[in-house]
């Protein structure tokens, strides 16, 4: 197994566990597969994705609470925007989703906060 199929499975494993009717970031869903800095390599394990995966991809938007699909000329983002709905998550004519209210963290995952200050580093992050 190669070094990105594995990390490719640890970003799927942490996208499986966001709740139905929650939504989270690719940073955060990086930060809890323990890829940490690397929201771009989730874009790219869901964007590997084969069409009808059960895998709950929608749930994952920008760090703006923006889908960013709909940006792109496919049908990903509307296909994104009516599973969200269906599962009770409004999404605002502009594409954004409120993270106060829709946002899922894994509850007993340390905060990046909690990570640096265990290292020893005061930065408040």
Known sequence: ????????????????????????????????????????????????????????????????GRLSLERVASSAGLTQRIRLDREGVKVDAGGRVSLARY????ANAPSERTRTQAAGDSRVT
């Open 1 to 64: 197994m190669t070094k990105a199929s594995t990390s490719y499975e640890r970003i799927y494993a942490t996208v499986r566990k966001i709740p139905r009717g929650r939504v989270t970031t690719y940073g955060t869903v990086a930060r809890l597969s323990g890829l940490v800095g690397q929201a771009r390599l989730v874009g790219y394990a869901l964007s590997a994705l084969r069409d009808g995966t059960s895998l709950p991809w929608h749930r994952v938007i920008n760090a703006q």
């Open 103 to 106: 946002g899922w963290r894994l």
